[in-house]
């Protein structure tokens, strides 16, 4: 059995591990689906929302915390990230940062934040 610290440093190293991938993905020149610009546009907003979110929910989970300073934050925190993230894609040929992107990679860090409430409040009811 893990002791609380043990299960929130496991979150901090996915946490780190999922950053990672973002990273990773960002460096990618070209993400193309294969599917219409339409649809391709779609999933990939959808997928900037859903790493987002899982990175938020894991930066979350680490803290352990459901108070309100810790949570904006991991808010901040991630927030910032995207930006970095944005920036980063800049250099990558193929890629640019775009704003709009950042804004929903913030629709993600909400909804990662929400889910992380929702789970705490689950556990204690």
Same mark, same amino acid.
Not at 34 to 43: A, K, N, R, S
């Given at each position: 059995?893990l002791?609380?610290?043990?299960?929130r440093?496991l979150?901090l190293?996915?946490? !780190?591990i999922?950053?990672?991938?973002?990273f990773?993905? *960002? *460096?990618?020149?070209?993400l193309?689906?294969?599917?219409?610009?339409w649809?391709?546009?779609?999933l990939?907003? @959808? !997928?900037? /929302?859903?790493?987002? !979110?899982? @990175?938020?929910?894991? /930066?979350?989970?680490s803290?352990?915390?459901?108070?309100?300073?810790?949570l904006?934050?991991? /808010?901040?925190?991630?927030?910032?990230y995207?930006?970095?993230?944005?920036?980063?894609?800049? *250099?990558?040929?193929?890629?640019s940062g775009q704003a709009t992107?950042i804004?929903?990679d913030?629709?993600?860090v909400f909804?990662g934040v929400?889910l992380?409430?929702k789970?705490?409040?689950?556990?204690?009811d």
């Amino acid at each position: 059995m893990l002791t609380a610290n043990q299960r929130r440093l496991l979150f901090l190293l996915a946490a !780190a591990i999922w950053g990672g991938f973002i990273f990773y993905l *960002s *460096s990618v020149p070209n993400l193309a689906s294969g599917l219409e610009t339409w649809q391709d546009l779609i999933l990939r907003k @959808l !997928a900037h /929302v859903t790493v987002f !979110a899982i @990175l938020t929910y894991l /930066v979350a989970r680490s803290l352990n915390s459901t108070q309100r300073h810790y949570l904006l934050f991991v /808010v901040l925190a991630i927030i910032f990230y995207a930006f970095t993230d944005e920036f980063h894609q800049m *250099s990558v040929i193929g890629r640019s940062g775009q704003a709009t992107d950042i804004l929903i990679d913030s629709l993600g860090v909400f909804l990662g934040v929400f889910l992380f409430i929702k789970q705490r409040k689950n556990l204690f009811d």
